[in-house]
C-alpha cells in the first residue's frame, strides 16, 4: 500500500524533531495538535490557487470574469507573486450550453476562439488561469476520448490546452486517441502542455513542486471512457477499497520523492470528499490534496459566501499521514463561484507548517464584486484577462437567443440542485422523469415506468434568493424571471434552461425487465444512500413509486442483474401508479417481492444507463451501464432506441412518433422529451397551464418516500 520515507528525508525529519524538542515553545503557544516539528522555521512559502468542478450552474459564465479578477489579483500580491500555483482538480468543461456555444460559428465566437469548436471557450478559460496542471475528470471525457483528445492538443491557431492533463491510476496507453499523447511521467507541466500523464513537476519560486493526478476509480460508470483502463477495478467506498486505490496512487508519488522532490500535490476527482479524506491518512510524503468532483464548499468562519451557501466544513481539512506528517485537504465550490486559496509554509524538510496557516487569507473567495473590489482596496490588479471577457461576451451572446425560446411555463420553482436530485424525489425529478415517460408512450403506448439518474440533472431551473440586508434569513426559491429584452416571460421554462439542467442530452431507450429485476434495479438506485453522500444513481422516476429504507441493507455487486453478492433490503415498498398515482401492480411489500417474479415491465430510461444492454439495434459491446445500474444480462430486454444517433444503423430508428412541437433537441433525447412535455401540457399558448407542482421536503414526499428521513424527522 504506502511506503515509508526514503532515508534521506526520514533522517532530515529526525534532526529537525530533536532540534524542536530542544527548543519548542509550550504547547499553550501552538494551537495546532501536528507535533513538535511544528517549531521548525518556514523556509518556503507557496501560495496555492485551486478551482474544480466547472461544470454546473448555467450562471457560470457569469461569473468567470470575476472569477479571473481573483486570479490577476492574487498574482498580482508582490511578496506572493512568484511563488504562486494555479491547479484545477478536473471537470473543466461539461457537454451543455456553454460547451456547444462555442461552436456556434459566427463573427463574435470567430473574434474571440480564433476556430470556434465545442468546449473551446472552457479551454480558453482554464488557459487564461496560468493553471499548471488538471487532474481528469469524468466530464472532461463525457464527448468521447477522441473528442477529448482534440480539446487539449493544439490544432493550428486552435492552441490546446497550456497544460497537461494528469491521472496516475488511468493507463491512457490502451485507448487509441490517448496512447500517442502521454508524456513521461515527473516532467516540466509546461513541457507536457496538451498531453497526459500521471505525474508532472513545476518550478514555483526557485522550489520544485510535485504534482500527481488521481481520478475516481468509478470512472468507467460515469462517463466515455473509451480504450482507458482504470484501476483499481471493483472499488469500494470502505477501508479495503480505499487501500487499494492507495496503493495505486503512491507508487507515483514515491517516484518523485525518490527524485528528491519534498513538496507534493495530489490533486483528486473522486467526486465524494469522503475518498480523499481517506487518502489523506493513507499516503506518506503528500502535503496537499485538491479535491474534485463533489462541489464540496469547505471554508473559514470569516470567508464571505454568496447568499444562501453555507460552507460543509472548514478550510482546510488537517490530516496526519502514515509518515506523521502533515496533509492538508482543500475544496471549494465549483462553476467559478469560488476561488480556493491556501497560503501555506514548509520547512526546510518540505514538511508543512500547519502553525502559521491564516484563515483571513485561507479559504474560499467567492467571486463576487464586493469581494473583487475589496482586493482592489488593498492595490492589488483586479483587471481580468481580456481572453476571458472576449469569450464570455461571445458565448453569452449565443446563449441570450435560447433563453428567448420559451418551451413552457412554471409557477413554481424546479428543484435541481445536487444536494437533492442525489438524496431525494424533486419536482424537477418528476417532471423529468414524466416527460420521458409521456414520450415514450408516443412510441409504445404500454410503456410502464421511467427511470432516471439523479446524476444527470445538472441545474435548477428559477431564482433561490436571499433577502437583502439579511445574513441569516432562509433563501426563497421562486419560478424563473423575466427577460423582457429577449421576450422571456415571467416563469418561462426556456430552451437554455432545459439544456443547462439537462445538459448531457441523453438519448432515451424502451427496455423489459421482469418485476425481480425491477426490483434488483430499485435496490442499486438507493444503495449508496447514506447520511452526506450524493450519489449520482439516485433515482428520480415516473410511473411508479417506492418506499425505502436506508438503515437496512443495501445491494453490493456488479453490473449483472439479480448477481448481487448482497441482495439489499432497502426498498420496503415498490407499486406501479397510474397517471392519477393509483396503484396498479405491487412490486414489493414489506420488503418481500410479490406475485409472478418473470412478469414483463416495459421501461423507459436513459441510453447512458442502458449502456451494457444489448438490443436488435444495439450492440453493448464491453460498456459499463452508466451509474453502474445492473442491467448486465437481463431476461428479455427488447431493447428500442427513440434517438437515430444511439443505434448502429440509424435508418432503422424512425422519429416519426416527435410531435414536433420543439424543434431545438434532437428526437429521441430526454431536451426533447422535455420540450415537447411542457410544450403540450404547460405552455398556454397551446392550450396548457403553468406547471405548479411545489417541491415538497423530504419528509412529504410520495413517489420516492425515506422511511428514515421521516423516522428521524423531529
Known amino acids: 500500500m504506502t511506503k515509508t520515507q526514503p532515508v534521506w528525508r526520514r533522517l532530515a525529519l529526525l534532526a529537525l524533531l530533536t532540534a524542536s524538542i530542544a527548543g519548542c515553545s509550550s504547547s499553550d503557544d501552538n494551537d495546532n495538535d501536528s507535533g513538535d516539528m511544528e517549531s521548525a522555521a518556514p523556509a518556503y512559502r507557496l ?16 461569473y468567470v ?49 480564433r476556430v470556434p469548436g465545442n468546449g473551446r471557450g472552457d479551454i480558453v478559460f482554464v488557459n487564461a488561469f496560468d493553471t499548471a496542471a488538471s487532474v ?61 500523464a500521471g505525474s508532472a513537476t513545476v518550478e514555483v519560486g526557485g522550489e520544485t513542486i510535485g504534482l500527481v493526478g488521481a481520478s475516481t476509480p468509478a470512472l468507467a460508470s460515469l462517463t466515455s471512457t473509451g480504450g482507458i483502463t482504470v484501476s483499481p477495478s471493483g472499488f469500494t467506498m470502505d477501508e479495503a477499497g480505499y487501500d487499494a486505490l492507495a496503493a495505486e496512487i503512491q507508487p507515483a508519488i514515491d517516484a518523485l520523492v525518490d527524485a528528491g522532490i519534498d513538496k507534493i500535490v495530489l490533486m483528486a476527482h473522486m467526486q465524494q470528499i469522503a475518498i480523499e479524506q481517506a487518502l489523506a491518512t493513507r499516503l506518506n510524503d503528500v502535503d496537499i490534496i485538491i479535491a474534485g468532483g463533489s462541489n464540496t464548499l469547505l471554508a473559514d468562519g470569516n470567508d464571505t459566501l454568496r447568499d444562501g451557501d453555507t460552507a460543509a466544513d472548514t478550510y482546510p481539512l488537517s490530516f496526519e499521514g502514515p509518515d506523521g506528517t502533515p496533509t492538508l485537504v482543500v475544496n471549494v465550490d465549483g462553476d467559478y463561484k ?52 472576449a469569450v464570455q461576451s461571445a458565448l453569452q451572446d449565443v446563449l441570450a437567443e435560447q433563453d428567448g425560446n ?19 424525489e424533486t419536482n424537477l425529478g418528476d417532471l423529468t422523469a414524466d416527460a420521458n415517460l409521456y414520450y415514450a408512450r408516443l412510441v409504445e403506448p404500454g410503456v410502464q415506468v421511467s427511470l432516471k439518474n439523479g446524476g444527470g440533472i445538472r441545474d435548477d431551473i428559477g431564482q433561490v434568493v436571499v433577502p437583502p440586508g439579511s445574513n441569516d434569513a432562509e433563501p426563497e426559491f421562486r419560478p424563473p424571471q423575466a427577460n423582457e429584452s429577449i421576450g422571456k416571460p415571467a416563469g418561462g421554462v426556456s430552451q437554455f434552461d432545459i439544456a443547462g439542467s439537462l445538459r448531457f442530452n441523453n438519448s432515451l431507450t424502451l427496455i423489459t425487465v421482469t418485476a425481480a429485476e425491477l426490483r434488483d434495479i430499485m435496490e442499486h438506485a438507493v444503495a449508496a444512500t447514506t447520511d452526506g453522500a450524493t450519489p449520482g444513481q439516485f433515482p428520480q422516476i415516473g410511473g411508479m413509486r417506492i418506499a425505502f429504507d436506508a438503515d437496512e441493507t443495501a445491494r453490493v455487486g456488479d453490473q449483472t442483474s439479480l448477481g448481487a453478492s448482497t441482495a439489499g433490503s432497502r426498498i420496503r415498498t ?55 445500474y445492473p442491467l448486465m444480462n437481463l431476461a428479455d430486454p427488447q431493447r428500442v432506441d427513440l434517438d437515430p444517433a444511439t443505434a448502429t444503423d440509424p435508418s432503422a430508428v424512425s422519429t416519426a412518433y416527435d410531435p414536433g412541437l420543439a424543434s431545438f433537441a ?10 415537447e412535455h411542457l410544450q ?35
Not at 501560495?47 to 457569469?62: C, I, N, P, R, V
Not at 398515482?581 to 416495459?602: E, F, K, M, P, Y
Open 680 to 714: 403540450a401540457l404547460y405552455n398556454p399558448a397551446n392550450g396548457g397551464s403553468a406547471y405548479a407542482q411545489a417541491e415538497t421536503p423530504a419528509v412529504e414526499d410520495t413517489r420516492i418516500v425515506n422511511l428514515k428521513a421521516q423516522r428521524d424527522a423531529p
Open 47 to 62: 501560495q496555492l490557487l485551486h478551482f474544480a468542478d466547472m461544470d454546473g450552474s448555467t450562471a457560470a459564465l457569469e
Open 65 to 113: 470574469s470575476n472569477f479571473s479578477r481573483l486570479i490577476n489579483a492574487f498574482e498580482s500580491d508582490e511578496e506572493l507573486a512568484d511563488n504562486t500555483l494555479v491547479l484545477s482538480s478536473g471537470d473543466n468543461f461539461i457537454p451543455g450550453p456553454r460547451f456547444f456555444a462555442a461552436g456556434v460559428d459566427n463573427a463574435d465566437t470567430r473574434a474571440a476562439l
Open 666 to 675: 434532437a428526437s429521441g433525447t430526454e431536451q426533447d422529451a422535455l420540450a
Open 136 to 196: 481528469v475528470g469524468n466530464h472532461d471525457l463525457d464527448q468521447g476520448t477522441e473528442a477529448f483528445a482534440g480539446l487539449i492538443v493544439a490544432d493550428g491557431d486552435y492552441p490546446g490546452t497550456a497544460f497537461p492533463y494528469l491521472s496516475t491510476n488511468l493507463d491512457f496507453s490502451t485507448d487509441a486517441n490517448l496512447s500517442g499523447l502521454i508524456v513521461a511521467d515527473g516532467m516540466s507541466a509546461s513541457d507536457g502542455a496538451g498531453r497526459v
Open 574 to 628: 415498490l407499486e406501479l401508479i397510474d397517471d392519477a398515482g393509483t396503484a396498479t401492480d405491487t412490486i414489493v411489500a414489506n420488503g418481500v417481492l410479490q406475485g409472478d417474479a418473470s412478469r414483463g415491465i416495459r421501461m423507459v430510461l436513459l441510453a447512458f444507463t442502458a449502456a451494457c444492454v444489448p438490443g436488435d439495434n444495439y450492440d453493448a459491446g464491453t460498456q459499463e451501464c452508466g451509474d453502474a
Open 338 to 389: 469560488y476561488l480556493g486559496r491556501l497560503v501555506v509554509d514548509f520547512d526546510e524538510a518540505g514538511v508543512l507548517i500547519t502553525r502559521t496557516l491564516d484563515s483571513s487569507e485561507n479559504g474560499a473567495w467567492a467571486s463576487t464584486d464586493a469581494v473583487v473590489e475589496m482586493l482592489a482596496t488593498r492595490g492589488l490588479d483586479t483587471s481580468a484577462d481580456e481572453d476571458v471577457l
Open 406 to 424: 420559451v418551451q413552457g411555463i412554471t409557477d413554481v420553482y424546479l428543484d435541481g440542485r445536487r444536494t437533492q436530485v442525489r438524496t431525494e
